[in-house]
């Protein structure tokens, strides 16, 4: 107990000479009785400063020092509360002492603009002690505190919440009055307008349809019915922020590798959104396009330039898929879209020695983006050849075929015939697509996985025979139905009449003569033809062949 009335008189004095008032009249009483608590009546905010400052009704006292009970205060502490160093918040310490004859007091460390300021205050008294003097306390008062207002915006609602912690310290709440809302969009003294008023025990206020990209500045007052008290809270300033949206957001190039697609990207850095998706599509615009729809992968990141879709499976990568990348706000709505940007897909197919590639057309997405309308795709073919069974590390280089505006391309590949039958090669393919401006600029790039088709083994076989002519066209007798084969082979042909029925069977070609030796009537016939090879493998061919006897 002495070690606190010493920490007191050592404070009491330093207060004084800092604030330069004149010293108290001290009381004389030899009894050691404290002194009565003020009465705390408020603390308030000036908003427009952040001035703290507090107001109380004197201690109860005998003036003529007669009733021990009531010593003449000598001073008054005031307490703020702070926070020690684990995180209490509920601790009041000794900040200044003023003269007994003070009813105010300004808080020169406070802004209540910053923080929430809570107080207490205590009575200081002098007694004389065997002609010692020292100090006795009173019992701090119950602590009050500011209105504290805060607020949070929801952009996806356009809605704004307020939020405050009430006015502590008046404990009967019946006396407390409605709550006064100021608003102004400036913030400067002289702007603001009272809003509305609120109900004594609300906590919140709630402003919707609240305009984007604005300030907003408010606070709150606070009275009393049986006083004339008003307290203010802090000012609390909220710009409703919206985010910007990328300005320019664009898929650059689609590289179709063996197991995975690469899509490169660019964000524009200027956007403050920080939340984005590549979707994956199966189609274009179309009504069913919201069932494929996929999440290929999310970040966070302006500065990402590519992801890798390795998510495909071998069976899909026939199929084109199409690639986007969205912006998307906090309230998982899509702010901004690049460009819809699909894979390549090719197709080859070998008809004798012409190979037929055919593939997916570049998207033009001007759908989303407008200014792409009138935008051109030219397409350029790559070829591979090499020979069966040849090491892929040994083959050549790509040859540049041609360059094209229709998603197609014929191949003739009879060059091959001169050096190697064609059939012994692999013929693999790869399509490049570029969409160009009006200024004649790439502005997206797809390039395919590579396509390989097999040129087959040429059989040819004629369509009628006429059994009694003796003629030939291009070296083939026009009686006799036999295959034509560009490559070392063998072969069992067999004939069937309209019922089923064996006419012929053998290695040979058939003259058109029944098993007997006579002539075969005029009529369809159908044939099955059996091809067997050492280095091409085996195949069959079924049809049929018309037998006519010309008049």
């Not at 604030?19 to 009894?31: D, K, L, M, R």
């Not at 053998?506 to 009529?523: C, S, V």
Request: a negative charge.
């Amino acid at each position: 107990m002495n070690i606190r009335r010493h920490t007191l008189i050592a404070l009491a004095l330093i207060g004084f000479a800092l604030s330069g008032q004149a010293q108290p009249i001290f009381t004389t009483e030899t009894n050691n009785n404290p002194p009565k608590p003020p009465t705390f009546d408020y603390v308030t905010v000036d908003p427009f400063t952040g001035i703290t400052t507090l107001y109380w009704t004197g201690s109860i006292f005998d003036p003529l020092g007669i009733d021990p009970q009531l010593p003449r205060p000598a001073f008054y502490i005031i307490y703020k509360r702070n926070t020690d160093a684990i995180g209490n918040t509920d601790l009041f310490y000794a900040i200044d002492t003023v003269s007994h004859t003070v009813r105010s007091y300004t808080d020169p460390t406070a802004n209540g603009n910053e923080s929430r300021q809570m107080y207490k205050i205590a009575a200081l008294s002098q007694f004389v002690l065997s002609s010692n003097s020292t100090y006795t306390t009173s019992p701090l008062t119950i602590a009050h505190g500011t209105i504290w207002l805060t607020s949070s915006y929801d952009t996806c609602n356009a809605t704004l919440n307020l939020y405050w912690e009430p006015y502590d310290g008046w404990l009967n709440e019946e006396h407390e009055s409605f709550y006064r809302l100021y608003h102004s969009t400036s913030g400067a003294a002289g702007t603001f307008a009272q809003m509305d008023t609120v109900d004594r025990f609300a906590r919140r206020y709630t402003i919707r349809n609240i305009a984007p990209n604005t300030n907003h500045y408010f606070y709150l007052t606070s009275s009393r019915t049986d006083t004339n008290l008003v307290t203010s809270s802090n000012i609390h300033h909220i710009y409703t922020h919206q985010m910007v949206p990328p300005s320019q957001m664009t898929i650059d190039s689609i590289i179709a590798l063996d197991n995975s697609t690469e899509i490169h990207f660019k964000i524009d850095p200027g956007t403050d959104m920080r939340n984005f998706r590549v979707m994956r599509w199966e189609a274009p615009d179309t009504s069913q396009v919201i069932f494929s729809a996929t999440t290929i992968a999310e970040f966070d990141s302006t500065t990402l330039t590519h992801i890798s879709d390795a998510s495909e499976v071998v069976a899909e990568r026939m199929r084109p898929y199409y690639y986007k990348v969205d912006a998307v706000n906090s309230c998982d709505e899509v702010r901004a879209v690049s460009n819809l940007t699909n894979t390549i897909v090719p197709i080859a197919e070998a008809a004798d020695c012409n190979i037929s590639i055919r593939w997916t057309p570049l998207h033009v997405d001007s759908h989303r983006i407008p200014s792409r309308t009138g935008n051109t795709v030219r397409y350029t073919v790559y070829r591979m050849a090499y020979t069966k069974g040849a090491s892929l590390d040994a083959i050549g280089n790509w040859t540049k075929l041609g360059e094209v505006t229709s998603p197609n391309y014929s191949d003739d590949v009879s060059r091959f015939q001169y050096q190697t039958p064609a059939y012994q090669f692999t013929f693999r393919y790869y399509i490049e697509g570029r969409e160009y401006n009006a200024a004649d600029e790439v502005v997206t790039y797809s390039r395919s996985r590579s396509a390989t088709v097999d040129v087959p083994p040429v059989i040819t076989v004629p369509s009628a025979i006429a059994p009694t002519m003796t003629t030939n066209i291009n070296g083939r007798s026009r009686g006799r139905f036999e295959p034509v084969i560009n490559f070392d082979a063998e072969f069992t042909l067999t004939i069937y009449d309209r019922w089923g029925k064996v006419v012929y069977h053998g290695n040979e070609g058939w003259d058109g003569r029944m098993a007997d030796g006579t002539l075969a009537r005029e009529g369809t016939y159908i044939y099955r033809l059996e091809v067997t090879t050492q280095r091409v493998g085996n195949f069959t061919k079924r049809g049929s062949v018309s037998v006519v006897y010309p008049a």
